[in-house]
């Protein structure tokens, strides 16, 4: 018999085959993308409200059934699946109530009859979704608690699977990704919050970004004047790539892996390294405006700006933190770093860019502390109870970053420093003026532990296996197209296409590819106004 454990991550998710009996990992498969439209959470949740809850819940179990089919197991030899992710994911997945997740008014929730809606841990039949898509008639699903509202299974993930829930002294530990989920324990006060970082932190919204898989640039570093690239291998491992010339993109040597894009820790790599080494002379201005480090692989001046998004989003919302809980910046013990970025990036690097604090007194890495919580769960069905147990313990305050104050002040100096490149005086002066304390300099004695190599530390001995290509269409009538095809020229992903049949026009939309909300070009390009997302229905195979 086998069990899965399933992370509904919000830049892709992630999967593990586990032989019950032996205790051993068979076999790990991702998908390199989400099948919903838009670069983060907040992204899906606008597609589920405006297209309808229905449609995203089909597009995940689609999604889901193409990564069991990868497993090439019998369905009814799977006895177990458990299920981790953010409380919207695993709402979308289940299908069950999500207005509550949309509008963060008590009075519009209360308006729509859905406040305290309650997120408790869930055991039910697999064929409650799956039935008549991949049934599986000896399977059950389970799904862990949420402590509250925006504090789900991957919150409890995090807190659980590093040590921050046993510290005595002031710590911090983030989940890093598209929407960055995050805790601040001092004495037995929690205090919880999630960051829209956006895209540029998984590797996307970047030109020649990806995620992390085989073939990414994961990290740079100096060696003999030039820059020597690290790149994931086909076990997801951090491997020695080529020597570069990051100015003329010269290859000085090469390598036996191949890069194909870089992710997000490489990213924050490349431009920390920048910066530190003197190339970026006033953010968010590159040398010739880019640095090279393949054979078409390059980064930006606009994707500076994006990532200085993403990492001002991070360090505003822990110094939001940090300010509210009323504690002394010099007294932050540890900062716990989970997820692909806590993993891969250079914790010096991190501290240096910004996206853990340089004033924390330690540092640990830690690897996907949500597919691991599953993990557990799948292979054991008791730990469900231990981990209810501690989340009925866990009384969280939770800081909504989005009516937060602090937070926007904070993130308006971040933004001013990445995008205009605003000295750190300047940036003390706007905290003095805005009543916030200044953050201290950066300790030079700091403890680094890294505890796993690789964010899933054992792939399983049939090795990992990858979903490229969800491959689900989104249709809706396009009743007054006059086939101009703007939309399709002004699509940044190439994601759409106009088609005629059955006497009618539809658009044809490639919903991983798509950027959903946080983009909408096409809708805005239109001469006659004719593309409506909320029509979008999943287009059945001919």
């Known amino acids: 018999m086998y069990v899965i454990s399933l992370d509904l991550g919000t830049s892709g998710f992630r999967s593990q085959l586990i032989d019950l009996e032996k205790q051993e990992t068979v076999k790990t498969v991702i998908t390199m993308g989400h099948p919903l439209p838009g670069g983060n959470v907040m992204d899906h949740l606008d597609f589920a409200i405006v297209t309808g809850a229905d449609v995203a819940h089909r597009l995940m179990v689609e999604t889901v059934k193409k990564i069991l089919e990868k497993f090439e197991v019998e369905p009814e030899s799977v006895l177990r699946i458990a299920v981790c ?13 999500i207005r509550d997740l949309a509008y963060a008014g008590k009075n519009k929730q209360e308006a729509l009859g859905v406040l305290d809606v309650k997120r408790d841990a869930r055991v039910f039949p697999a064929n409650d979704i799956f039935k008549g898509i991949f ?3 000896n399977c059950e699903i389970i799904v862990p608690p949420a402590i509250k509202h925006e504090i789900g299974a991957d919150a409890l993930a995090m807190m659980l ?3 921050f829930i046993n510290q005595k002294e002031p710590c911090l530990v983030t989940d890093y990704g598209t929407n960055a989920e995050m805790a601040l324990k001092i004495g037995d006060r929690i205090m919880t919050a999630s960051a829209a970082a956006g895209p540029a932190i998984e590797g996307q919204g970047i030109d020649c970004g990806m995620l992390a898989g085989p073939g990414a640039i994961s990290d740079v570093n100096v060696e003999n004047g030039y820059w020597r690239l690290t790149v994931l291998d086909g076990s997801l491992n951090p491997v020695k790539g080529p020597l570069v010339d990051p100015i003329t993109g010269d290859t000085i040597e090469t390598s036996d892996v191949v890069p194909k894009g870089i992710t997000g820790t490489g990213v924050i790599s490349t431009i920390a390294l920048a910066l530190k080494e ?3 002379k006033k953010l968010p201005k590159l040398p010739n405006g880019k640095i090279t480090l393949g054979d078409g692989i390059f980064i930006m001046d606009r994707d500076v700006e994006e990532v200085g998004k993403a990492i001002g989003a991070i360090r505003a919302a822990h110094m939001t933190l940090m300010v509210e809980a009323g504690m002394r910046y010099e007294d932050l013990r540890y900062s716990y770093m989970s997820g692909a970025t806590g993993t891969y990036v250079d914790a010096e690097k991190a501290r240096h860019i910004g996206s853990v604090p340089d004033f924390s007194q330690g540092i640990v890495q830690f690897g996907n502390t949500s597919i691991g919580l599953a993990r557990k769960i799948a292979m054991d069905r008791s730990k469900l109870d231990e981990v209810i147990a501690v989340a009925k313990k866990i009384q969280a305050d939770h800081v909504m970053m989005a009516t937060s104050e602090t937070f926007k002040e904070i993130y308006m100096c971040e933004l001013a420093s990445w995008q205009q490149g605003m000295p750190d005086e300047m940036y003390d002066q706007m905290l003095q003026m805005y009543g916030i304390p200044p953050f201290p300099s950066a300790r030079k004695d700091v403890e680094i532990e890294k505890r796993v190599r690789k964010d899933i530390d054992d792939v399983g001995y049939l090795g990992l296996d990858i979903v490229k290509n969800i491959g689900i269409i989104l249709e809706a009538p396009v009743v007054k197209c006059i086939l ?5 020229e002004e699509c940044p992903e190439d994601a759409l296409a106009i088609i005629e049949k059955d006497g009618g026009r539809f658009v044809d939309i490639d919903s991983q590819n798509c950027l959903g909300t946080s983009c909408r070009r096409c809708v805005m390009i239109c001469p006659e106004q004719t593309i409506n997302h909320s029509l979008l229905k999943i287009k059945e195979k001919e």
């Open 85 to 97: 992710g953010n409380p919207i994911q695993l709402s979308l997945f289940q299908n069950i109530e």
């Open 135 to 137: 049934e599986m008639d």
């Open 161 to 163: 699977e590093t040590d």
């Open 278 to 280: 003197g190339l970026i």
């Open 484 to 488: 101009c095809h703007q939309c399709e």
